[in-house]
């Protein structure tokens, strides 16, 4: 069965400083892996998608995301934060070859402090 | 182009009353999830159509949840009678492409009391 792992519930980093979100991944083969960010009250937004290919892919915002066949992670990466990239950051895994079951990891809460 | 569309986004229940949500999702995506988020958790997915087809309903409670994509458009999920466990978000998220990006709608949250 395909899971995800969000290891760091709350991270608190310093505007301007730079973040990185972890995420491992399980799945039997190539998955399709996704991190998305939920603002309080709002719906997922997709901020970047790994499906092939290069293995850094470039999102919104200015995050961006490694992934690391070796250590089955996906790692969510950004320079330097903003106040407004405060909010909750999911990792998702899914299967490759049609329409697949999408897994979420429990999130990782960014607050960001002056 | 419109994004998923979701109705209430609010609704305050009793315990054992029952309650609907309606999810209009992005024109064209021929496949709709339903999402249950409880409070500090990630959404758990609670069925997937395709078209109007259910491809996944394993986490659905069906004793007490039930859904339906009549036409494979809009869809409805219901639950009867609500329990306070069922307090949580619900998401609704299409998809039209191979891939599984899925779009999210704002999300109903339910409040049983």
């Known amino acids: 069965a395909q899971s995800v792992t969000q290891p760091d519930i709350h991270i608190t980093v310093s505007e301007g400083a730079s973040l990185e979100l972890r995420c491992n991944y399980s799945?039997?083969?190539?998955?399709?892996l996704f991190w998305y960010v939920q603002s309080p009250g709002q719906g997922l937004q997709l901020l970047l998608k790994?499906?092939?290919?290069?293995?850094l892919v470039q999102g919104i915002k200015g995050f961006e995301a490694e992934f690391k066949r070796s250590q089955s992670s996906f790692n969510l990466r950004k320079p330097s934060v903003h106040w407004s990239d405060a909010a909750e950051y999911f990792c998702?895994?899914?299967?490759?070859?049609?329409?697949?079951?999408?897994?979420f990891g429990t999130g990782t809460k960014l607050q960001v402090i002056p | 182009e419109a994004g998923v569309a979701q109705s209430p986004r609010y609704k305050i229940i009793e315990k054992r009353q029952s309650v609907a949500f309606w999810c209009n999702p992005i024109s064209g995506h021929a496949t709709l999830y339903w999402y249950q988020q409880i409070l500090g958790q990630g959404p758990k997915l609670l069925i997937q159509?395709?078209?109007?087809?259910?491809?996944?309903d394993s986490q659905l409670p069906k004793d007490r949840f039930s859904a339906e994509r009549l036409k494979g458009v809009d869809s409805t999920l219901k639950i009867q009678p609500a329990k306070l466990e069922d307090s949580a978000v619900y998401l609704c998220?299409?998809?039209?492409?191979?891939?599984?990006?899925?779009?999210f709608g704002p999300g109903t949250r339910l409040t049983v009391l």
């Open positions: 159509f395709q078209n109007n087809g259910v491809v996944d």
């Open positions: 998220a299409s998809t039209g492409s191979s891939y599984n990006e899925q779009f």
């Open positions: 799945y039997g083969a190539t998955p399709y």
């Open positions: 790994y499906f092939s290919g290069d293995t």
């Open positions: 998702a895994v899914g299967g490759t070859g049609g329409y697949q079951k999408v897994t």
